[in-house]
């Protein structure tokens, strides 16, 4: 895991970011997760549970 974040300061309160590298047939790789917490659903955009579903 990095220690690295590209959440703006003002959106830290709803937003959280995790960036993982490893290394991938000797070359960089990064997984970049951007989390975002909701009190209800937003039904306009897709929901993670619906598209592991499919």
Avoid: C, R, W
């Amino acid at each position: 895991m990095e220690k690295d974040s590209f959440v703006e300061p003002n959106l830290k309160k709803s937003i959280s970011d995790i960036l993982f590298s490893a290394k991938f047939n000797s070359e960089d790789g990064y997984l970049f997760l951007l989390l975002e917490h909701q009190s209800k659903p937003d039904y306009s955009t897709v929901q993670v549970k619906n598209v592991i579903n499919y």
